[in-house]
């Protein structure tokens, strides 16, 4: 592979800079469509806790309201950003293991219904010990966030 230097200290025009610096750039959350949905996550509270029951019964039935789903609704095929750690499922199944895990998604025909619906989803949790320090975690009888993985090491 050849080395090419040729920008290396030297400014680089960008072609959405001016767009990007007066507010007139166009993102993602700024495009409307007709019959668009807003999608958002339910993210756990708890650092570390077992999930005993999700009940999106009245969320379902808030009007505007098209779909609410977890992990029920979707495989529960294991995934990673590395072949030697595919732990993580689109949806928390049976446990949350940080703050923000995913644990249900809502669709709605706009944001604040879509927020109202999050709320009405209940979920009940066992909070468990958790772990903050990675020298703490790596200690005899810290508490294990992944079963599969002895220790708290997974690389």
Known sequence: MGENYEVIGKSVPRIDGVAKATGRAKYTGDLKFPNMLIGKILRSP????????IDTSEAEKLPG????ITHRDVPSTKYGLSPARWDQTI???DKVRFVGDKVAAVAAVDEETAYKALKLIKVDYEVLPAVFDPFEALKEGAPQIFEEYPGNINT
């Open 46 to 53: 708890h650092a570390h806790a077992r999930i005993l029951n």
């Open 65 to 68: 309201v098209k779909a609410v």
């Open 91 to 93: 949806f928390c199944i």
